[in-house]
């Protein structure tokens, strides 16, 4: 899983400003502390959005210090910047990856959607396309 720490602090009007060291474009607030980190998680995924459309890799997550907070991403948004990561490092382009797969572009599109809830066998399948294998595990 990759979990960012953040910094989390009481704002001039009394809401809690939540921003991420490892991913400055990750911005929120809330009225209080829970609001404010569950409000988090969607910036995270924006600015993850951002990133794969800018084709920048996403950090990943510094090493949190003791008591620090931070939000952890879904395993299917983990999966989805991983492939990301694995197609800028290989020069891929969605259209290529596309050809891989012999699938329509908004079919990658999707994949590459924080947002969207694509099936995980299409996610194994476009790491295979790219000599990879994804695995999961519990811990």
Do not use: C, W
């Not at 395993?75 to 012999?102: F, H, P, T, W, Y």
């Not at 924080?114 to 099936?119: A, I, N, V």
């Amino acid at each position: 899983m990759l979990s960012y720490p953040v910094k989390l602090e009481l704002d001039t009007n009394n809401t809690y400003l939540v921003t991420f060291p490892d991913i400055p474009e990750a911005v929120s607030v809330g009225d209080d502390e829970d609001e404010a980190l569950l409000n988090a998680l969607d910036a995270l995924e924006s600015a993850i959005e951002i990133y794969f459309d800018e084709k920048r890799e996403v950090p990943p997550p510094s090493k949190s210090k003791k008591g620090q907070p931070v939000v952890t991403l879904p395993a299917l948004v983990v999966s989805k910047v991983l492939l990301a990561n694995e197609m800028i490092r290989q020069g891929i382009k969605k259209s290529e990856l596309a050809r891989r797969l012999d699938v329509h572009m908004p079919q990658v599109d999707r994949l590459l959607d924080p947002r969207h809830s694509s099936k995980l066998d299409a996610i194994e399948a476009a790491f295979k396309k790219l000599g990879k294998r994804l695995e999961v595990s519990i811990v």
